[in-house]
């Protein structure tokens, strides 16, 4: 079983950045596909980036393409997102997320573990 706890959310004005942090324990970490979802009241929760097992290859929604970077530190079993240039549409509930898989998966359904959310406002 796999705990997943996300940090580093936060107020931020619009053209900020922030980076959040997912901690992972009871589990080899290495082993799982990581990915970043968001959740805005009202809406569905959507997919933000995901990563390989090594880190060698990321997917990104477009609209944050070029502003947001996921990266992994296996020793540390540490997923980041990087997020710059944020709108104040990134405003969600933003969630990691962890899959018991060899490749890469921008569906929610593919995610087997799921931390509690850390909240991104970017107000104008």
């Known amino acids: 079983q796999v705990q997943l706890v996300e940090s580093g959310g936060g107020l931020v004005q619009a053209g900020g950045s922030l980076r959040l942090s997912c901690a992972a324990s009871g589990g080899t970490f290495s082993s799982y596909v990581m990915g970043w979802f968001r959740q805005a009241p009202g809406k569905e929760r959507e997919f933000v980036a995901t990563i390989n097992r090594p880190g060698s290859s990321t997917y990104y929604k477009d609209s944050v393409k070029g502003r947001f970077t996921i990266s992994r530190d296996n020793a540390k079993n540490t997923v980041y997102l990087e997020m710059n240039s944020l709108k104040p549409e990134d405003t969600a509930l933003y969630y990691c997320?962890?899959?018991?898989?060899?490749?890469?998966?921008?569906?929610?359904?593919?995610?087997?573990?799921w931390g509690q959310g850390t909240q991104v406002t970017v107000s104008l």
């Open positions: 997320a962890a899959a018991d898989r060899t490749y890469a998966s921008t569906r929610a359904t593919t995610y087997d573990y």
